[in-house]
């Protein structure tokens, strides 16, 4: 987790309730509220629960084979699958992303990379 604090911990969503060691690999979908720091694997869908204000961080080395469905979301590992986001998404430098990423504030650092669409969806 590093001490260097991501853009988005200013905002006051900088808590961790789940850690999910880089030794870690899930096989299914997992369902999430607040914090959620991903350091391992997980082969399947990543879900915030409805009206949670959550928040996804992928650690560099951490890998999400399947969709993210998130209001807040900080990218700095590689994700196979597409991302929803309803409030914001930060991609670091080291973040790699193979697939769409659906954002309303998007925040990209050079040398993030994405092979796919980066959609705009206008609030709802």
């Known amino acids: 987790m590093g001490s260097k604090k991501n853009k988005l911990s200013a905002n006051g969503t900088d808590r961790i309730e789940t850690l999910i060691g880089p030794q870690v690999v899930i096989r299914g979908d997992l369902q999430f509220s607040g914090g959620l720091y991903i350091e391992g694997k997980v082969y399947g869908k990543v879900i915030a629960g409805e009206g949670a204000d959550s928040l996804l961080t ?23 699958g597409d991302l929803h986001s309803s409030e914001r ?25 994405v092979s796919g669409q980066l959609i705009h969806d206008q609030a709802v």
């Open 89 to 113: 998404v930060e991609l670091t430098e080291t973040a790699r992303i193979q697939g769409n990423v659906h954002y309303r504030l998007l925040e990209i650092t050079a040398g993030a990379a």
């Open 58 to 80: 992928l650690a560099p080395g951490g890998l999400i084979e399947g969709a993210i469905q998130a209001p807040k979301a900080v990218i700095s590992g590689q994700l196979l």
